[in-house]
């Protein structure tokens, strides 16, 4: 089972822990907005160190899009997705990690994350 | 003076919050309990905040609580500090307010009957506090514009505003450390990097220091400029007393 992300931009985004120290100069955080879910991928991952995550606000549209219920239980997912929620974000965990170009802070980022994120299967 | 509140913010945050004013004394008690909790280094506590009359301080919940905090802070209040004999650190800014920086300069003119030399005198002439950071990284909120300078925001905010551009927002003056869209009469420019994340100090200042802006000619603005870009531009900071009962000029 993979996800595909169908749609890259400001609504997914790659995060981490955000940077704390500097608020007091007019810098924000940034990093994960659900640093809960940010420490508890930590933990299923058993990964100590683990540092970045995927930061999807379009999830119902991923998964719309993939079918990761499978086809037939598509229609269902739909239904409850529309009907519970209005907006859904998720912190999602990557196994095989999220590639991202070098940068030396200066550019904007081209985070590339219009592709297969896979759990390695 | 009564005894500032201490009330949480979040599961992660607590706010000491001073008296309701915008006054260099009450910003003053707020700092100065900032620099102590720096001192002491308390466990858990990852942050510190400094505003106008507020210090919000984050920690770690696993690590302290609200209550140990609490107490903390109570026992470092109640250590009073000598205010009197304290030294201000002033930060030096050319400001080039030539036409082509300052183009609410008419305008502003217009609005307080002053030339444009004597606007230049005036907002150069005195030192400004800076209260607080915050909006975008190095921006400063700074005290003690004169009355006379006071003018309205622009009824519609520019879409770009160039960094640098030093500008008037009703009772405030201010410098945009980076490009952004802004509402504030523009009255000049510096040319030095107010952040600069390449450099070994990213901020030129912070809150509790002064800012003393020295007007400076287009030629010079564009040598500074350029010496700033080689990096061999050195910022004029001084130690300076603050005379008694003088905190600012307020």
Redesign the interface.
Known sequence: MGIRVTSRGMQTTVQDKGR????????SVSGAMDQIAFKLEALIEEHPNHRRSAHLMRLIEAIREEGVYGEESHGVADEILEEEFETLYAEMAVELGLEEPETD?EEEPETDTNEDVDDGE | MSEPSIVPAGDCALRVVFEDKIDPSINQLVNSLDKKMTEVSIPGV?????AFRVLTV?YDPEITDLITLTKTIRQLLSHHDNLESREKRVVHIPVCYDKAFGADLEDLSRHSGLSIEDIIAVHSGRDYLIYM???????AYLGGLDPSLHMPRLDTPRTSIEAGAVGIAGSQTGMYPMASPGGWRLIGSTPMKL?D?KRDT??LY??GDYIRFEPVSREDYDQIKADCREGIYKCQVTMEVVERGHSGNQ
């Open positions: 704390t120290g500097f608020q007091r100069y007019g810098f802070g | 990852t942050e510190t905040i400094p984050l950071m915050g909006f975008l990284p190095g921006f952040f994340p990213p901020f912070e809150t």
